[in-house]
């Protein structure tokens, strides 16, 4: 695991307005993302999903190339928050290559907190520029950069900054009130990001409609005709790897990411759908997952949040209603256990 110790952060002069900021703003650096075969399949960031207790798991049954972190404040790094951070951004040897995505709207903090990421062993930093959410968007930050195009570009640069050889992504949306993306990807790329990632949607639309694909394909062409080296990413309702290939190949991408699918199926990188792994193993698999998660969370979070993975696990099988209802009383990996076995005595199958 990566080590929370001897961590520092100091408020250095904002980089932007330094007088090498033309040097700067036009480095590139690619970093691990150009060794990677295309289409790079990446696993999205998502808050109290990805931990990486489930990201280990994602890794054993068929990883994708690259991991990205649960987002995390930038200013409450930087700021009394630190502690209750840092046990966010722990990860295991198996998760290589991963992503620390962060959140914020002072371009100092991300700076700081680059550097923290960087004395961690992270691979990469991304910065959130499409979270809907309120709370987020109060601060200026998420997707309400997106109307803040001079500030986006600031954060991008002192993240770059303060993360020196490792590269800085931005994950970002296709617009806030309407679709913008001839106005607001070039005003990204003057930043010169390693990659963007577009979810197709606005703002606005949340996650109401469909996936705009076509929209992440007019994106593509304006990073391509930019001339810039960055990389292009979509993502937004991909359901299956065959599907993630196709839109990357159709819409000249240099990869999908995959949110929500993977919450539904922890195989989904290994292309097989869920309800085709055995009974035996997806039960075997919640327990592993189970124990790796309480010696992980132990008393950093309460046993009960992993219930809401246990649909992922157990569905669409005789008996399943009746299991999951059991497995929500378990108050540790030893009782989950427990319940998987008697349950497999039950039915005559062995566990």
Not at 64 to 82: H, I, R, T, W, Y
Not at 103 to 121: D, T, W
Not at 281 to 305: G, M, Q
Request: charged residues 25%; proline residues 5%.
């Amino acid at each position: 695991m990566t080590s929370l110790h001897g961590v520092v952060c100091k408020r250095p002069p904002l980089f932007f307005i330094n007088p090498t900021f033309d040097i700067i703003q036009n480095m590139n650096n690619l970093g691990f993302w150009k060794k990677l075969k295309r289409p790079i399949l990446a696993l999205a960031p998502m808050a109290d999903l990805t931990d990486s207790p489930f990201r280990q798991i994602v890794a054993s049954k068929g990883r994708p190339d690259v991991f990205f972190n649960e987002f995390v404040s930038a200013d409450g790094l930087c700021l009394n928050g630190k502690d209750s951070l840092l046990p966010l951004l722990r990860f295991g040897k198996v998760e290589h290559p991963i992503v620390a995505q962060l959140f914020g709207s002072k371009p100092e903090n991300f700076y700081q907190a680059a550097r923290i990421i960087v004395q961690l062993g992270f691979d990469g930093i991304d910065i959130n520029m499409g979270c809907p959410f309120k709370k987020i968007e109060k601060q200026g930050a998420g997707a309400a950069l997106i109307e803040n195009p001079k500030l986006a570009q600031m954060i991008i640069l002192e993240t770059k900054r303060g993360a020196k050889k490792i590269p800085v992504s931005v994950k970002t949306r296709i617009g806030y009130h309407r679709e913008i993306v001839r106005e607001w990807i070039p005003e990204i790329l003057k930043a010169d990001p390693a990659v963007i990632t577009i979810h197709g949607r606005t703002r606005n639309e949340k996650s109401k409609v469909g996936t705009h694909w076509e929209v992440i394909g007019k994106a593509a062409k304006i990073v391509r005709k930019s001339g810039k080296r960055s990389l292009i990413i979509g993502n937004g309702d991909i359901n299956s790897l065959e599907e993630a290939k196709t839109k990357a190949k159709k819409y000249n991408l240099d990869g999908i990411m995959i949110g929500r699918a993977i919450w539904k199926n922890p195989w989904f990188f290994a292309a097989k759908n869920v309800n085709s792994v055995p009974i035996t193993e997806r039960i075997a698999t919640l327990v592993e997952h189970a124990k790796i998660y309480e010696s992980f969370h132990r008393n950093k979070k309460n046993f009960h949040d992993l219930r809401k993975f246990y649909s992922s696990y157990i569905s669409s099988f005789k008996g399943a209603k009746r299991l999951r209802m059991k497995m929500m009383t378990a108050e540790n990996s030893e009782e989950v256990e427990k319940i998987a076995a008697h349950f497999f005595r039950e039915d005559g199958v062995s566990f």
